[in-house]
């Protein structure tokens, strides 16, 4: 199936051919009744041709700009008054997209590039299963974690579920994935969930000194270069400078 784009719903908004894919991807999804739920290396694996999980990140963050998508919980929808189903306002991006080439729905197992050899393609399952682990945990999951420790009378017990969901949606995706782990590991625990919530230190980035072993990269905080692994610079959403090692 070719990967379109809707023409009327993006005229006028200056995309280049990497942001009308991106937006042509999460447009199908919309359509789907189901939006896309997966992250950024998902997202660009998802393209016909070859893009970095970077370039899928900051597509996505100039379509909420110019407000073509919006994030609903942990997903990515097209804006409703902008998708339409008729077909006369569909133009293929045929100067991008190969006859051949695929758009798939969020995938459980990532799609692979055929082109790929077998240790190019263990390398992407490896990438793509270490980015599904670290995917921001929802709000059952937190809950869950919670009545794993707590037992599940207590949330019925001191009721505030509704002032704890609010609180949720308040927290950046790293204090999410660190309060979730805390509440799993027993280091972090109220005798109710909405204060468990409010009561977690909003978590902080670690810096590193340049020499340190694995995936590190340069990133811009507070108008300062600092250095951390790339796994940190996606949980704290920080401004990508350039590979370090």
Sequence with gaps: MKLLLDDKATRGYDLNANEACIFAAILKCTRAGRGWYGNYRELAAAMPFVMSHETARRAVQKLLNLGLIERREEKLFAVTQIVTDDAQNVTELAQNVTS????????????????????????????????????????????????????????????????????????????????????????HFKQRLDWSITDFPEPQPTFLRGDEPGDVVQVRYNGAYKLCYRDTMELFGLEFVRDWN
């Design 100 to 187: 051949d080439a695929q758009i798939v729905l969020p995938p459980n197992n990532p799609p692979i590039n055929n082109n790929m050899n077998e240790k190019e393609r263990e390398q992407q399952r490896a990438l793509c299963a270490r980015d599904c682990e670290s995917q921001t945990p929802s709000f059952d999951d937190l809950i869950k974690a919670y009545e794993e420790k707590a037992g599940r009378g207590q949330l019925a017990r001191n009721g505030a579920t509704d002032l704890a969901h609010d609180a949720w949606t308040k927290c950046s995706k790293a204090k999410k994935v660190k309060l979730v782990e805390a509440i799993k590991s027993g280091a």
